[in-house]
């Protein structure tokens, strides 16, 4: 919104005011002016929460305060557009030089007064972090070939906006979250990825590792892969954490309003997927995204679901049939399923589905939903039916459908994937909706 | 009593720089540009009301719209959604009607 309204306003000379909850506002007068534009852009802030809202609500809304200035909100947009610039709305030309670079030590007396600074910074995710000290953060940057002062990324922050870090940064950040410099290649390909995904929503990121750095670091990919129970996947997990929090600037009611959040957020939900345990035919999913099976690869899920089998597998109901009933409760957009490999012997050694594909293939083809529920899902209305609405196909025709018409949300096999991870003492699995980014190579950052 | 320090401790958030220009450290320069011209007032003008898509946008536009029918009459209003995704600055053909009909636009909501 930010960047549109700027556009509309510079590049279309049309006075403007965008009227946006306090995350989008907080960003666009602070960060995005700061790292990105150097322009301010005119808002009112619109009451939390107005997603779902009844109209008497946000009419309230409308005859109550705007919450950037605390004027009457009606008020607040017509000086908006007719309120003469300012001096720095004024501003053409070439941009003032950056200041100074932030100080690269701290300066405190004691580690008590540091651990407070880093609470009171929003610099850990409140478990206690070990300092990076210069020596620690020497010792971590052993785990790569790359210089200190590289940059790993420019478009880094919340939003969008543009904060440069290097790689002693993300060194520094796998100190505090207790890494070895081993896992430092993973945390460095991670970083790499920023920006991760925020919404009011309870979004959620889950890293899946692939590849020989799996068991090369003692990654666990069996039992109790998802538990609190291995220190590569919990401490990398938490390292990205600290990322999206220190890097990334997510701060929660500054620059980040997820209502609920997610639990997920404390070490996002870092696994390696089994490789040993796939059988014939079922390839790592590394190597169905098109890598070597030689290539250690992380790739970055985003996403809400996460649906416990509870159970193990019924010999009266099969697999597939389970997951077909849960996955009707997805959105739609995607969906990954994490399963035991003791359920992948029943889908490949009795069901007969012979690679990962034939799976996703079933399910594409048997999961269904009423249309209404399927538009019902606020995601899927404000990120799908504009393309319908454009003419693209199925979602052109779905938005036609009366409410109580059947679809096939994953019309499209491909957005069903299948990650294989645990230790074989119970047929379990989750269904959920992550949907995955392309992947990073990891041995890039070795 | 506090444990004192033996060690330098490095800035987590130290960024090698911070540029209010915006080039994000890429080497390029950055031109600041102008706002445009408010306007002395809105009566009589065409705003547009741009719903972003966003859950909840468009019924506080409607809202939007109902005031200034009941409160600023001479206003006129005009209704439209942001043609592409939410999410993406994709929009450029609206912008352009905007330009060709309208004196000012309010874009909501997003949040």
């Known amino acids: ?25 907080s960003f666009g007068i602070g960060p ?54 300012t001096t720095d709305e004024r501003l053409s030309g070439p941009a003032p030089d950056a200041p100074a670079a932030e100080p690269r030590i701290l300066v405190a007396s004691s580690e008590d007064d540091l651990q407070r600074l880093f609470r009171e910074k929003g610099w850990t995710d409140y478990n206690p972090v070990i300092l990076p000290t210069q020596e620690r953060v020497a010792a971590m940057l052993r785990g790569t070939h790359h210089k200190p002062d590289e940059i790993v990324k420019s478009a880094a922050g919340t939003f969008g906006s543009r904060r440069p870090f290097t790689v002693e940064k993300v060194a520094t950040l796998a100190v505090m979250a207790g890494a070895k410099p081993e896992y430092l290649p993973i945390i460095l390909a991670l970083a790499s990825r920023v920006p991760y ?32 129970d291995n220190e590569a996947n919990s401490v990398i997990g938490r390292a990205m954490t600290l990322i999206h929090k220190v890097i990334q600037g997510y701060q929660e009611g500054i620059t980040g309003f997820a209502s609920l959040s997610n639990p997920l957020r404390y070490d996002n939900l870092c696994i390696a997927e ?33 649906i416990n089998s509870t159970g193990w597998v019924e010999q009266h109901y099969a ?3 389970l997951m077909r009933d849960y996955m009707s409760s997805l959105s739609g957009m995607s969906a990954t399923l994490l399963m035991d490999p003791s359920v992948v012997d029943l889908l490949h050694g009795v069901q007969g589905f012979q690679t990962k594909a034939m799976l996703g293939d079933w399910l594409s083809q048997n999961v269904e939903k009423t249309a209404e529920s399927y538009w019902g899902n606020s995601i899927v209305s404000s990120m799908l039916a504009p393309l319908g609405r454009q003419g693209l196909e199925p979602y ?3 938005l036609k459908l009366p409410d109580k018409a059947m679809i096939k949300p994953f019309a499209n096999a491909r957005n069903i994937r299948t990650v294989v991870v645990g230790g074989k003492t119970a047929s379990v699995w989750f269904a959920t909706d992550f949907m995955p980014d392309r992947g990073t190579l990891i041995d890039a950052w070795s | 009593m506090a444990t004192l320090l033996r060690s330098a401790v490095l800035n987590p958030e130290g960024y090698r720089t911070v540029r209010p220009a915006g080039d994000g450290g890429n080497g390029k320069s950055h031109s600041f540009s102008s706002l445009a011209p408010r306007l002395d007032s809105i009566e009589g003008k065409t705003v547009y009301l741009i719903d972003t898509g966003f859950g909840g946008s468009g019924k506080f536009l409607d809202q939007l719209q109902a005031w200034f029918a009941e409160r600023m009459p001479s206003v006129k209003t005009v209704r439209r959604r942001k043609t592409g995704n939410i999410f993406r600055d994709d929009t450029k053909d609206l912008w352009v009607e905007v330009k060709e009909r309208g004196q000012a636009a309010i874009l909501g909501v997003v949040g």
Not at chain 1, 283 to 300: A, E, N, R, W
């Open chain 1, 197 to 228: 995904q925020d919404s009011t929503t309870s979004i959620a990121q889950m890293i899946v590792v692939n590849g020989p750095i799996r068991t090369k670091i003692g990654m666990n990919s069996g039992l109790g892969a998802l538990g609190p």
């Open chain 1, 319 to 321: 697999p597939q049939f």
């Open chain 1, 1 to 25: 919104m930010s960047r549109e309204a700027g556009e509309i306003e510079q590049t279309y000379h049309i006075p403007t005011v965008a009227a946006a909850g306090s995350n989008v506002v």
């Open chain 1, 274 to 306: 089994n490789e040993e345990s796939l059988p014939d035919g079922w390839l790592p999913l590394h190597v169905q995204m098109g890598y070597k099976p030689t290539d250690s690869v992380v790739t970055i899920f985003t996403g809400w679901n996460f």
């Open chain 1, 32 to 85: 995005n002016v700061a790292y990105n534009t150097g322009m301010p852009i005119r808002y009112v802030g619109v009451p939390f929460p107005f997603s779902g809202q009844p109209r008497s609500v946000l009419k309230g809304y409308i005859e109550g305060k705007d919450t950037v200035s605390g004027r009457p909100m009606m008020q607040a947009i017509v000086d908006a557009l007719t309120a003469p610039l």
């Open chain 1, 396 to 398: 052109a025709s779905w």
